[in-house]
């Protein structure tokens, strides 16, 4: 009899028990569940001070016009001499950039100077016989011209096309040291070792620095700190222009003008690596 209490007693208080506790569990599974913590994303910076390098190619259909005195203007108008030496330059070059940015939303303003190293040249020769002697004298007429180095600084205002995609625009100031020849050799048998003696044998040159503008457009890639970039300049430095007369008897009669413009277009690829970080938070 008083196992059979004991047990009667004990089923109860189990029962109460299991209600409890499953009362608790349903309060749990009726509570609400919090959103996961998502990462905060990341947004590409332009701003910042910058440093870099470049390599390119670059062309022109530059040409160097010549006009003459009484003696060479009937030689020009026959084609026994060259009015104009077609020469289009072309060649390598290669450098160094420094430049900064600020980036205001999705506008990227900045200013950029460089300096390139190469050689864009070009140069022509055309043999003509002249009536200076008898027989005909051979000679050799020959122009060039070389651009051996360019420098740049622009203003660059761009847009990002995505938060590291950044297009620009370029232009402002550029200058560069531009070297011109031309010369009329005669071949023929008057021509001693030393000296065209006896009939015109004539060479001019100039050696200048130029001041003139450039402007381009591009597009740049940033990685981080790094950024990669693809770009067009147009560059435009201005005319040279000089004269050249026989060495040995000159005289009015024999000068030679000689005129030139110096424009080009390059296309080059470069890597920046910027001072400052590449994304904020």
């Known amino acids: 009899m008083q196992y059979s209490k004991r047990f009667g007693l004990i089923?109860?208080?189990a029962l109460a028990v299991c209600a409890t506790a499953g009362g608790d569990i349903a309060s749990a599974a009726d509570m609400p569940l919090k959103a996961p913590v998502r990462a905060v994303a990341t947004v590409y910076n332009w701003t910042g001070f910058y440093v870099g390098g470049h390599a390119g190619y670059g062309w022109s259909s530059n040409s160097i016009d010549v006009t003459g005195g009484p003696i060479f203007a009937p030689n020009i108008a026959a084609g026994r001499v060259p009015a104009r030496y077609d020469l289009e330059p072309a060649g390598f070059l290669g450098g160094a950039t420094v430049g900064a940015n600020w980036q205001i939303?999705?506008?990227?303003?900045?200013?950029?100077?460089d300096i390139s190293f190469g050689s864009i040249k070009g140069s022509k020769s055309v043999s003509t016989l002249l009536p200076f002697n008898?027989?005909?004298?051979?000679y050799t007429h020959t122009g060039e011209q070389k651009l051996d180095w360019l420098g740049t600084v622009r203003g660059r205002v761009g847009v990002t096309l995505a938060d590291?995609?950044?297009?620009f625009a370029t232009g402002g100031l550029a200058y560069g040291h531009t070297e011109t020849h031309?010369?009329?050799?005669?071949n023929g048998p008057a021509i001693n070792f030393?000296?065209?003696?006896?009939?015109?044998?004539?060479?001019?040159?100039?050696?200048?620095?130029?001041?003139?503008?450039a402007a381009g457009a591009g597009l740049e890639y940033g990685m981080g700190p790094w950024s990669l970039k693809a770009e067009y300049l147009h560059y435009d430095l201005g005319d040279v222009s000089y004269s050249y007369n026989d060495p040995i008897a000159p005289t009015p009669l024999k000068i030679l003008f000689a005129?030139?413009?110096?424009?080009?277009?390059?296309?080059r690829a470069g890597i920046n690596y910027r001072f400052a970080a590449g994304s904020s938070r």
């Not at 008898?134 to 051979?138: E, K, S, T």
């Not at 031309?182 to 005669?186: A, K, L």
């Not at 030393?194 to 003139?212: E, H, I, N, R, V």
């Not at 005129?259 to 296309?267: E, L």
Request: charge should be neutral.
């Open 134 to 138: 008898v027989p005909l004298v051979p």
């Open 259 to 267: 005129s030139t413009h110096f424009s080009g277009d390059i296309v």
């Open 194 to 213: 030393t000296s065209c003696a006896f009939q015109p044998c004539l060479a001019g040159s100039s050696s200048k620095t130029l001041l003139g503008w």
């Open 11 to 13: 089923i109860p208080a």
């Open 164 to 167: 590291n995609l950044l297009a």
């Open 105 to 113: 939303n999705r506008m990227v303003l900045g200013i950029e100077a």
């Open 182 to 186: 031309t010369s009329n050799i005669s």
